[in-house]
C-alpha cells in the first residue's frame, strides 16, 4: 500500500519564480492537506482540500493557492517566491469518515535564492 | 487561538533509558492528539494517535498520554535505542472552524547515544 507521494523532493528556484508542488494520496484517502516547515520550526497548515474544493485556510497570502484532482492528488502552487519561503513542503491525507488520523509524505524542500 | 509547546527542545540519553516527552496545549477542548516523529530533513511518521476520548495509546515501547483538564500529553519511550534518535513532534486538532487543521509544537529534538 503506497502512502504519500510528494514530488519534487528537492528543488531551487529565484524570487519572483513560481513553483508547483504534487501530492498523490495515500490510498482510500479523500482529504489532502498542505503544511510548510521552516527550519527547526513545527509545520504551519496551509490549507485542505476536499471534494476538489478548499475547505480551510491558514495564515497564508494569495500568493499559495492549490488545487485537487478527480483522484484525490493535489498540487500546491506559489507565486512571486520569496526569499522566506524556502521551507519543507509536506503534504498529509486522512479519510473524512474515519478516525481523523493525518499520514505524511516525505515532502519538497524549496530553496528560494 | 491553540498554541502547543514542547519542552524541553533537545534531549541527550543513554541508551536502554526510560525518557518522556512533554507536549502540553493551551485550549483543553481538543479532538485529537497525535504524535509524530521525524528523522533530519524527512517527513512525519505518525507514532500515536489519542481521540479526546481516551487517556493512553500504546505502541511497542511507546505509550502517549492525554490529560485534558491539564492540557497536557506526554510520550513515554521504553528502553530508547540509537535508532529512537530523532525529533519528535505533538500536534493538537481543535473541534470547531479549525477542526480540519492540526497545530504543532516545535520539537523536541532526541539524542540517544551508544
Known amino acids: 500500500d503506497a502512502g504519500v507521494t510528494q514530488s519534487p523532493t528537492h528543488l531551487i528556484k529565484t524570487r519572483g519564480q513560481q513553483v508547483t508542488l504534487r501530492c498523490s494520496p495515500k490510498?482510500?484517502?479523500?482529504?489532502v492537506s498542505w503544511y510548510q516547515q521552516a527550519l527547526g520550526q513545527g509545520p504551519q497548515f496551509i490549507f485542505q482540500?476536499?471534494?476538489?474544493?478548499?475547505?480551510q485556510r491558514g495564515n497564508f497570502p494569495d500568493r499559495f493557492s492549490g488545487h485537487q484532482f478527480p483522484n484525490y492528488s493535489s498540487e500546491l502552487n506559489v507565486n512571486a517566491l520569496l526569499l522566506g519561503d524556502s521551507a519543507l513542503y509536506l503534504c498529509?491525507?486522512?479519510?473524512?469518515?474515519?478516525?481523523?488520523?493525518?499520514?505524511f509524505g516525505e515532502g519538497s524542500r524549496l530553496t528560494v535564492l | 487561538k491553540q498554541e502547543v509547546t514542547q519542552i524541553p527542545a533537545a534531549l541527550s540519553v543513554p541508551e536502554g533509558e526510560n525518557l518522556v516527552l512533554n507536549c502540553s496545549f493551551t485550549?483543553?477542548?481538543?479532538?485529537?492528539l497525535q504524535w509524530f516523529r521525524q528523522d533530519p530533513g524527512k517527513g512525519l511518521t505518525s507514532l500515536l494517535l489519542?481521540?479526546?476520548?481516551?487517556r493512553e495509546q500504546t505502541s511497542g515501547r511507546l505509550n502517549a498520554s492525554l490529560d485534558k483538564s491539564s492540557g497536557r500529553s506526554t510520550l513515554y519511550i521504553a528502553a530508547s535505542q540509537p535508532g529512537d534518535s530523532a525529533t519528535y513532534l505533538c500536534?493538537?486538532?481543535?473541534?470547531?472552524?479549525?477542526?480540519?487543521?492540526?497545530?504543532f509544537g516545535s520539537g523536541t529534538q532526541l539524542t540517544v547515544l551508544p
Open positions: 490510498s482510500g484517502h479523500d482529504t
Open positions: 482540500y476536499y471534494e476538489e474544493e478548499e475547505r
Open positions: 500536534a493538537v486538532k481543535t473541534p470547531g472552524g479549525s477542526a480540519r487543521q492540526l497545530t
Open positions: 485550549d483543553s477542548a481538543i479532538y485529537n
Open positions: 498529509a491525507s486522512s479519510d473524512t469518515g474515519a478516525t481523523g488520523e493525518l499520514f
Open positions: 489519542i481521540q479526546s476520548s481516551q
